[in-house]
């Protein structure tokens, strides 16, 4: 199985730039694609940012300039740096993985972490 654990919410004010990051781990032959979701009260789960193993990046129009999505493939983590927040950036923040399984099989699973709660206060 593949876990994917998420850190780095909390509270924050207005302005701070926090980052969160996500761990993978398990058992898997290799990750494709990464990326970050977001889900507000009361709105649907929304793209945030994606990343590939090459390192390609894919941005919601929202956060494009704001935020930068990084990966570290040696450590199976990916980074959401998220700079001088607002308050409608308050959401549960989800990573997720698109994951190979094993090397003789092509298929990509998506896992999903259990998400941390990002909270800006003005």
């Known amino acids: 199985q593949v876990q994917l654990v998420e850190s780095g919410g909390g509270l924050v004010q207005a302005g701070e730039s926090p980052r969160l990051s996500c761990a993978a781990s398990?058992?898997?032959?290799?990750?494709?694609?990464m990326g970050w979701y977001r889900q507000a009260p009361g709105k649907q789960r929304e793209l945030v940012a994606t990343?590939?193993?090459?390192?390609?990046?894919n941005y919601a129009g929202s956060v494009k300039g704001q935020f930068t999505i990084s990966r570290d493939n040696a450590k199976n983590t990916v980074y959401l740096q998220m700079n001088s927040l607002r308050p409608e950036d308050t959401a549960v923040y989800y990573c997720?993985?698109?994951?190979?399984?094993?090397?003789?099989?092509?298929?990509?699973?998506?896992?999903w972490g259990q998400g941390t709660q990002v909270t800006v206060s003005s």
């Open positions: 990343i590939t193993s090459g390192g390609s990046t």
């Open positions: 398990g058992s898997f032959f290799s990750i494709n694609v």
């Open positions: 997720n993985a698109d994951v190979r399984l094993r090397s003789d099989l092509l298929n990509l699973f998506r896992y």
